[in-house]
């Protein structure tokens, strides 16, 4: 079993008012692209109420930092009470909605997400002395660079909410 530290825990990013679903997926796809992890969605859920669209997302970002450690960035994206809404830029029309919406964001370190180092216990004993004492200024690298990355993600995602006002 892979020992999970939260860099980031619960980070929320909340936005009322018009927003583009389809360019913040593009934020993402270009964020993991530019950062180098593999996207996976493990969520994705639409309704339509009386108060307007519901959308549900969890997105993970995964991306190998070593054969020991794996860099995670959670998202999970709630939009409520949506409205499609048609606006002119330029020549062209656009589709948008508006409403709700709001991300909470993890930045997760995993070691030994392998299981290699629990099969026996002599075996998790080394790998405790070495997180301990050897891996000490990898490990702080890498807290940082998670911490880094998913900082620079919350970053992006509030510049383009506050793009979309103007």
Same mark, same amino acid.
């Given at each position: 079993?892979?020992?999970? +530290?939260?860099?980031?825990? $619960? !980070?929320?990013?909340?936005? &009322?008012?018009?927003?583009?679903? *389809?360019?913040? /997926? ?5 964020? $993991?692209?530019? *950062? ?24 993970? #970002?995964?991306?190998? %930092? ?30 948008? =909605?508006?409403?709700?919406? /709001? ?6 370190? !995993? &070691? +030994? ?5 629990? /099969? *026996?216990?002599?075996? #998790? #004993?080394?790998? &405790? %002395? ?9 490990? /702080? ?9 998913? &900082?620079? =993600? ?13």
């Amino acid at each position: 079993m892979a020992e999970r +530290d939260f860099i980031v825990d $619960g !980070a929320r990013v909340e936005f &009322t008012g018009p927003f583009d679903l *389809k360019g913040l /997926s593009g934020l993402f796809r270009e964020f $993991g692209g530019d *950062k180098h992890y593999l996207i996976i969605e493990k969520r994705h859920t639409e309704k339509k109420t009386p108060d307007g669209q519901f959308h549900d997302y969890i997105i993970s #970002f995964n991306k190998k %930092l070593t054969d020991y450690a794996r860099s995670e960035v959670d998202v999970r994206i709630q939009v409520k009470d949506a409205k499609e809404k048609v606006i002119k830029v330029g020549k062209n029309k656009k589709k948008i =909605l508006n409403g709700h919406i /709001s991300f909470i964001v993890d930045g997760i370190l !995993a &070691t +030994d997400y392998e299981a290699r180092w629990e /099969s *026996k216990p002599a075996f #998790f #004993f080394i790998k &405790t %002395l070495f997180d301990k004492y050897v891996f000490v200024p990898y490990m /702080s690298g890498w807290k940082s660079q998670v911490e880094e990355e998913t &900082t620079h =993600l919350i970053e992006n995602v509030k510049s383009f909410l506050n793009m979309q006002r103007f």
